[in-house]
C-alpha cells in the first residue's frame, strides 16, 4: 500500500502575500528597515510618519545610535551657521539623550 503525502502548496504560496512588501529604507547606519509596509506605500508606518519631519529638517528617523549621532551633527551646524538658538539645541541634545537611552532598552 502505497503512502500519501498532501502538501498545502496553494497555502504556503498565499502566506507568502500575507506577508506583505517591506520597507526598504536605508537608515543612517546603512541597515535596511525591513518592517512591512504600510498600505499602498512604499514605507512602514514609523518611516512614512516621518519622512515629512525628514524632509523639513534633514534628520533621520532616530532608529539607531548613528541616527542620533547625525541629528545632533546637523543640529551643531544649525547652531553654528546662526539658524536656530543655542536654547533650542539644547532641547534637541535632551531629547537624543532620552532617545539613547531608550535605543538601550530596545
Ligand atoms: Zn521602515
Do not use: Y
Request: proline share 4%; net charge neutral.
Amino acid at each position: 500500500m502505497a503512502l500519501v503525502l498532501d502538501i498545502p502548496f496553494a497555502r504556503l504560496a498565499n502566506r507568502g502575500n500575507e506577508i506583505g512588501k517591506r520597507c526598504m529604507k536605508i537608515g543612517a547606519s546603512g541597515q535596511v528597515c525591513g518592517r512591512e509596509t504600510e498600505g499602498e506605500g512604499e514605507l512602514c508606518a514609523v518611516h512614512g510618519r516621518w519622512s515629512d519631519v525628514e524632509k523639513q529638517t534633514g534628520f533621520p528617523f532616530p532608529d539607531d545610535a548613528m541616527a542620533v549621532q547625525e541629528i545632533l551633527a546637523r543640529t551643531t551646524a544649525l547652531v553654528a551657521m546662526n539658524i536656530i538658538f543655542p536654547e533650542k539645541a539644547q532641547v534637541v541634545i535632551e531629547l537624543c539623550r532620552l532617545m539613547m537611552r531608550n535605543l538601550r532598552r530596545m
